[in-house]
């Protein structure tokens, strides 16, 4: 079991940029791979990006293409996801999650959640 403690939400203008970090404690031991969630008001909890244990692969969600980069500092432990040209529709709860395996990451089903970050975008 890895425990995952996300920051750096909060209000931006629309244009602005926001980085998210999300540090792991616990069993880090394991090759972890790592991803980024969000969930907006009265909708479901979407995929949003996924590195790989040495980051050598990454995938993102069609809508946040060429706008956010997820990076990883394992010495850190640390996983972030930089924010760019952010949108209103872009506002949501912002969760980081951990598991072996990509699939287990970008199908929602891992085993290791944080308790989620607020990012407001204001138009």
């Known amino acids: 079991q890895v425990q995952l403690v996300e920051s750096g939400g909060g209000l931006v203008q629309a244009g602005g940029s926001l980085r998210l970090s999300c540090v792991a404690s616990g069993r880090t031991g394991s090759n972890y791979v790592m991803g980024w969630f969000r969930q907006a008001p009265g909708k479901e909890r979407e995929f949003v990006a996924v590195i790989t244990w040495a980051g050598t692969i990454t995938a993102y969600a069609d809508d946040v293409k060429g706008r956010f980069t997820i990076s990883r500092d394992n010495p850190k432990n640390t996983v972030y996801l930089q924010m760019n040209s952010l949108k209103p529709e872009d506002t949501a709860v912002y969760y980081c999650?951990?598991?072996?395996?990509?699939?287990?990451?970008?199908?929602?089903?891992?085993?290791?959640w944080g308790q989620g970050t607020q990012v407001t975008v204001s138009s």
């Open positions: 999650a951990a598991d072996v395996t990509r699939t287990s990451i970008v199908s929602g089903r891992a085993r290791n």
